[in-house]
């Protein structure tokens, strides 16, 4: 072996010892052959390391302000190759675009980067989200929680802290927000407008909105509480906080309150409050019977009356006309959102017709089987839910039951409603047209709905579109959808 | 729990609050009451001789033979492995030390006092680079510069820091950072601020001209003399964050080349060890990871007030040492660093961040739940004795200190 | 009304924390689901998503402890 040391002397050259150091590593590392490399200041001591490596046999000349680059190479011409790199390295300027491929790993490793940062949005799994919620509040932030499965212990702690600072504290379990015209989590992309909504209910949020936006209106703010802020233990800490919150919103001119079934002495509190408010105010207690006007605050059944009496006029108004083949006598739905269903029901049960759910509403018997009877099923339900996506991301789940009651010979109507937005599948009329078009050639009549506006990424005339040509009748509003329902049966919807 | 979110207020409050300034230097025997006869002060939590590494057992040879303890290496090594003589870490004592961090009775200290708290804290004057005791030197070079080190510089900065009346470092901080210090790695901009602060004062106090241009000749050919200046500085900021019921603040981090130690204000003095891992890093030519020895330093109190390895930002070009090497990449390293401190200081900003203050105030509740560990930029000794450093680069605080640490701090609060 | 959650004489918008988020616009830290700070940012909301993972990397007597210490 000879090893060919050589060395090169630039005069009067500066750069920083780290950055030299890299060059060396690189010329160790990428020129083959190379033994050795250093890149140095001339110093006596920096002399003394180059001249005890054996990089400069031969001496050199260079002093305090001269650069050394010294190799030894296996051969010339590797060690010539290495000089050559050097060079070209020294030559380069940083051609790394900037940009930060850093990301935060906790709250306030985020609160670092953000500055004026106000809500946090948390879905980590259930066990974890109360601890990072009350870290959030802590830190003075806003806080929704999409992350289910949180006690109800923590959800009461969370909301009296969040109301001792002044915050907002959505959820658990909310999937839907729009707050300043954002949406946040499952929301549907809305205009800016004058009707605030409080909802325990994410399709409940998203279906009025939607119908508002549609009908050209918009929203000031969604405020998603949770879907068990209106239950006893929780008394509505929430719903009291966003009420109060929209009545001093400039931006908020009529306010909507939207809910699953509430705990009825949490109801009275609630519609006491209600009457008491400082705006207009409709309150829509999804499956509770009561309808009630006291001037500008009223009480509605339905989802779409709730979007009518905000708006003051007719939203939804025209129905598919269909009628249902002889022999033909059941309606059955299958569902991906919670509320629409129980919207659904309302209007069915309100219809006169004796319903069953697995998420019944007061009236409705509970049952998991669409065999027999008019029974409506919410496949995001939790006994659906567990180790699957939502049926908003994935419908497939649904979609397979509507499969199955295609091929049934005694329902006459099957209800089902698409869900559009951020967050959601993003062909969900496709998916289910598809099974449609599968279906036997005499079937029962499918009737949809699309929840979602035109803004959105899978775009409502495009679905709406998609359902139509698979032969989908497609009702404008989900109760519109049930309405229609009762009509191809013969009743007065 | 609301006890340790006070208890951590304070120890910001404290860390806020203090007021280094560099007063003084003086034999290490007349600051530290402990540094008698045959006493050894070492970087890191406590270690016997038995399991010292290389470099530091070479230093305490070389510390021996300087103080006349012994005569010459091989007698001081016999002396040191009888028993002969005691150690102590330099953190027991108010002081800290680089890499070997060996201290004995006659060298020379930097006096740092922390004015808001009245408290003073204590390191050795650096050596320069190459062959140094810190890194485990011990021949007759070495021990000759220790000697000048005590009779000619020592005298000379001590005049003048006392006719100055003191040199306040919080701004010397700040303004280094925005020069691109992150005084662990890179002390070149606050060792020529302090030679600017200093030499009107030293010109004046020195005794003769040729004493005044050598001592100004040697620091200004040491780019990382301010580094012990830091160091005593770290120390005198932290140890009034030390025992404060509820703080789960770290104090003091530092190793002895065996051990990784760490300290909680709530739980005192208590150290909790874990076997310290090897830096990643770049080496001088001629030299590889097959010799760097383990990671060695009380330096590492640098980086328990916010400088060095959580101040990268400032100094893009250490970024070399952690990898890729670009500048974006040294601001994603202190980034990190904010993910398990308390505050962003006000005092010591770094323009690459927009000015964000440096991650300041290491909660080991934070770096237990996160899984980061401290990132500590450091020197690399050679792992025999006598050959001083090799490189430099990265290490990263071991986890498992930081998990004892979590069980016995909630013991202290009642959590079990 | 009597009811005391109603304030009749409300505080100034800027008094109440919720008020200053309702008055835009949203910042948003995203701890979970990244698909969220996604949408996030392109219906141009400021967001920064945390790489979460669970506390202690999963330890359970660390985490249990770090669950009753706080922070």
Redesign the interface.
């Known amino acids: 072996m000879s090893a060919v040391a050589k060395n090169e002397v630039r005069r009067g050259f500066y750069l920083d010892s780290v950055r030299l150091m890299q060059v060396a590593a690189v010329l160790k590392s990428d020129v083959p052959g190379v033994e050795e490399a250093a890149l140095m200041i001339g110093t006596p001591a920096n002399l003394a390391i180059l001249a005890a490596a054996g990089l400069i046999a031969g001496g050199t000349d260079a002093g305090p302000n001269d650069l050394v680059i010294a190799v030894r190479a296996r051969d010339e011409d590797a060690a010539v190759a290495a000089l050559a790199a050097a060079r070209a390295h020294l030559e380069r300027r940083a051609a790394r675009p900037a940009g930060s491929k850093h990301r935060p790993r906790s709250l306030d490793g985020a609160l670092a980067e953000l500055a004026g940062a106000n809500l946090a949005l948390i879905s980590v799994p259930g066990a974890f989200a109360a601890a990072e919620a009350r870290r959030a509040l802590s830190r003075g932030l806003n806080v929704m929680v999409f992350s289910d499965n949180v006690s109800l212990a923590d959800e009461v702690a969370l909301k009296d802290e969040a109301a001792a600072r002044g915050l907002l504290m959505m959820g658990p379990d909310c999937g839907t927000a729009l707050v300043a015209g954002t949406p946040i989590g499952f929301a549907n992309s809305i205009p800016l407008g004058p009707i605030g909504i409080v909802a325990a209910s994410g399709t409940g949020l998203q279906e009025v909105s939607s119908l508002l936006a549609r009908a050209g209106s918009g929203v000031s703010h969604g405020i998603g509480v949770g879907g068990r802020d209106l239950a006893r233990e929780v008394g509505a800490r929430m719903t009291f906080a966003a009420m109060a919150a929209l009545e001093r919103d400039p931006a908020t001119a009529h306010i909507v309150l939207v809910s699953k079934p509430p705990d009825p002495g949490v109801a009275r509190r609630v519609l006491d409050r209600a009457a008491g408010a400082a705006k207009p105010i409709t309150v829509c207690f999804l499956g509770a019977e009561t309808r009630a006007s006291y001037g500008d605050r009223r009480v509605v059944a339905t989802l779409s009356e709730a979007a009518e009496s905000a708006l003051g006029r007719p939203v939804a108004a025209v129905l598919p006309e269909l009628r249902a083949a002889n022999g033909r006598a059941r309606i059955c739905g299958a569902f991906v959102g919670g509320s629409l269903c129980a919207e659904a029901q309302t209007v069915l049960r309100d219809g006169g017709l004796a319903i069953g759910s697995n998420a019944p509403i007061p009236g409705a018997a509970a049952t998991r089987s669409h065999a027999a009877g008019n029974v409506l099923i919410d496949f995001g339900a939790d006994e659906y839910t567990v180790g699957r996506p939502h049926p908003m991301i994935d419908p497939a789940v649904r979609d397979g039951a509507v499969a199955a009651l295609l091929g049934q010979t005694d329902v006459a109507v099957v209800l089902a409603d698409i869900v559009l937005g951020f967050g959601a599948h993003p062909d969900p009329a496709g998916a289910l047209s598809r099974i449609v078009a599968a279906g036997p050639s005499k079937r029962p009549l499918v009737i949809a709905s699309v929840c979602g506006t035109e803004g959105d990424p899978q775009g409502y005339a495009r679905q709406v579109a998609t359902l139509t040509e698979a032969g989908i009748a497609v009702a404008p509003s989900n109760a519109a959808a049930a309405r229609a329902a009762l009509i191809a049966l013969g009743k007065t919807g | 729990m609301q006890l340790i979110e006070e208890a951590n207020r304070e120890a910001v409050r404290r860390i806020a609050a203090a007021e280094p300034v560099l007063v003084d230097v003086r034999p290490a025997g007349e600051v530290i009451p402990a540094l008698g006869d045959r006493v050894l002060l070492h970087a890191g939590p406590p270690i016997e001789w038995a399991r010292m590494c290389g470099p530091m057992r070479g230093a305490i040879a070389g510390a021996l033979v300087f103080e006349g303890w012994a005569t010459d290496l091989e007698a001081a090594e016999r002396l040191a492995a009888s028993g002969g003589v005691a150690f102590a870490p330099n953190h027991h004592h108010g002081a800290v030390g680089p890499m070997t961090g060996i201290t004995t009775r006659s060298m020379p200290v930097l006096v740092v006092e922390n004015r808001a708290f009245g408290n003073r804290a204590f390191c050795t004057i650096n050596e320069g680079l190459g062959k140094v005791m810190r890194f485990g030197g011990n021949d007759a070079e070495v021990l000759a510069r220790l000697r000048w080190l005590r009779d000619e510089l020592a005298p000379v900065l001590a005049a003048g820091l006392r006719a100055k009346g003191g040199l306040a470092l919080n701004g010397v901080i700040a303004r280094g950072l925005a020069m691109g210090d992150e005084m662990h790695q890179r002390n070149v901009a606050c060792t020529s601020l302090t030679v600017r602060e200093l030499a009107p004062a030293l010109a004046q106090a020195a005794a003769a001209i040729d004493k005044l241009a050598a001592a100004l000749a040697f620091i200004g050919a040491n780019d990382q003399f301010f580094l012990n200046i830091a160091m005593a500085m770290g120390k005198a900021i932290m140890d009034p964050v030390c025992d404060i019921r509820g703080s789960s603040v770290v104090t003091a981090m530092a190793r002895n080349g065996t051990d990784f130690g760490i300290r909680v204000s709530a739980t005192g003095e208590r150290w909790f060890v874990a076997p310290v891992e090897m830096p990643k890093g770049m080496y001088f030519p001629g030299f590889s990871e097959a010799d760097a020895n383990p990671d060695m330093g009380d330096s590492t109190i640098v980086e328990t007030v916010g400088l060095g390895g959580f101040a990268m930002a400032a100094a893009p070009a250490v970024a070399g040492f952690v990898g890729a090497g670009s500048a974006a990449d040294a601001l994603d390293w202190t980034r990190a660093m904010y993910d398990i401190t308390l505050v962003r200081s006000a005092a010591w900003t770094m323009p690459a961040l927009d000015f964000a203050g440096v991650p300041t105030a290491i909660d080991i509740r934070k770096v237990v739940s996160t899984g980061i560990v401290p990132v500590i930029n450091t020197g690399i000794a050679h792992k025999r004795p006598g050959i001083g450093q090799v490189g430099a680069g990265v290490v990263r605080a071991p986890l498992d200190c930081f998990k004892q640490a979590l069980v016995a701090f909630a013991a202290t609060v009642g959590v079990e | 009304?009597s009811?005391p959650?109603?304030?009749?004489l409300?505080p100034p918008?800027s008094?109440?924390?919720?008020?200053?988020?309702?008055?835009?616009?949203?910042?948003?830290?995203?701890?979970?689901?990244e698909?969220?700070?996604t949408?996030?940012a392109?219906?141009?909301?400021?967001?920064?998503?945390?790489?979460?993972?669970?506390?202690?990397?999963g330890?359970a007597k660390?985490a249990a402890?770090?669950?009753?210490?706080?922070?």
């Open positions: 009304m009811d959650t109603h304030d009749p409300p918008a008094a109440v924390p919720l008020d200053r988020l309702l008055a835009g616009p949203v910042r948003v830290v995203n701890i979970g689901l698909q969220f700070a949408d996030l392109g219906n141009g909301a400021a967001v920064v998503h945390v790489e979460w993972t669970p506390p202690a990397a330890d660390l402890l770090l669950a009753k210490l706080g922070g």
